[in-house]
């Protein structure tokens, strides 16, 4: 009796094994059930479900765009306004802050 448990057991195991095999990789655990389960007992079927839990993983590619025309941060050339020392454009030609003319040169 102790070898007939083993031996379902052994069967059970290797009926399963593309699922179990699915489930090690977590991947396709789903697809490799459904199939394993259903048509795994047609010897196309267990072996259609091994090779699904087999196939290498889908890569997802990220890829990182860079844009090297333009820099990321744009440094603005500022100087101190000489009414109120705020740092503003050197292209302004009136302060933002005080509303005062700057007299800076264009
Ligand atoms: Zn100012």
């Known amino acids: 009796m102790e070898t007939l448990e083993g031996?379902?057991?052994?069967?059970?195991?290797?009926?399963?094994l593309p699922t179990l095999i699915a489930i090690s990789r977590w991947y396709g655990i789903g697809r490799v059930f459904a199939l394993n389960l259903f048509l795994g007992w047609t010897l196309?079927?267990?072996?259609?479900?091994?090779?699904?839990?087999l196939t290498p993983k889908a890569k997802t590619t990220v890829q990182i765009v860079q844009n090297t025309s333009q820099p990321a941060v744009i440094t603005e050339d500022r100087r101190p306004c000489p009414s109120c020392a705020e740092r503003i454009l050197a292209q302004a030609k009136v302060c933002h802050f005080c509303k005062e003319p700057t007299g800076f040169a264009q």
């Not at 196309?44 to 839990?53: E, I, N, P, R, Y």
């Open 44 to 53: 196309v079927g267990w072996v259609v479900a091994l090779t699904l839990a």
């Open 7 to 16: 031996l379902a057991t052994i069967l059970f195991f290797l009926y399963f």
